[in-house]
């Protein structure tokens, strides 16, 4: 079992920058896949980006050249280093780990509010 502790959420004016950590304990092999979700009030959960073991990152159309995602495995610590915030970038966002041993696993969420 992968248990997450996320941090770094707030309030922030459009246009600024905040980063998410994500620290991972328990069992975490490779191959794995640590990432960011968001969800928005009335909306689904929508994946913001991912990181693979090997290095392979994917992001959302959304976020592309504003955020940007980062590991330190040796920590089994995941980022995501969010600049140029919009206020749609509003949400609660859950740091998610995927082991191919154990399955998904999700953190608590952190919630991020950008106000206009």
């Known amino acids: 079992q992968v248990q997450l502790v996320e941090s770094g959420g707030g309030l922030v004016q459009a246009g600024g920058s905040l980063r998410l950590s994500c620290a991972a304990s328990?069992?975490?092999?490779?191959?794995?896949?640590m990432g960011w979700y968001r969800q928005a009030p009335g909306k689904q959960r929508e994946l913001v980006a991912r990181?693979?073991?090997?290095?392979?990152?994917d992001y959302a159309d959304s976020v592309k050249g504003r955020f940007t995602i980062s590991a330190d495995n040796a920590k089994n610590t995941v980022y995501l280093q969010m600049n140029s915030l919009k206020p749609e970038d509003t949400a609660v966002y859950y740091c998610?780990?995927?082991?191919?041993?154990?399955?998904?696993?999700w953190g608590q969420g952190t919630p991020v509010t950008v106000s206009s």
């Open positions: 990181i693979s073991s090997n290095g392979n990152t």
């Open positions: 998610n780990v995927w082991v191919s041993t154990s399955g998904n696993s």
């Open positions: 328990g069992s975490i092999l490779s191959p794995n896949v």
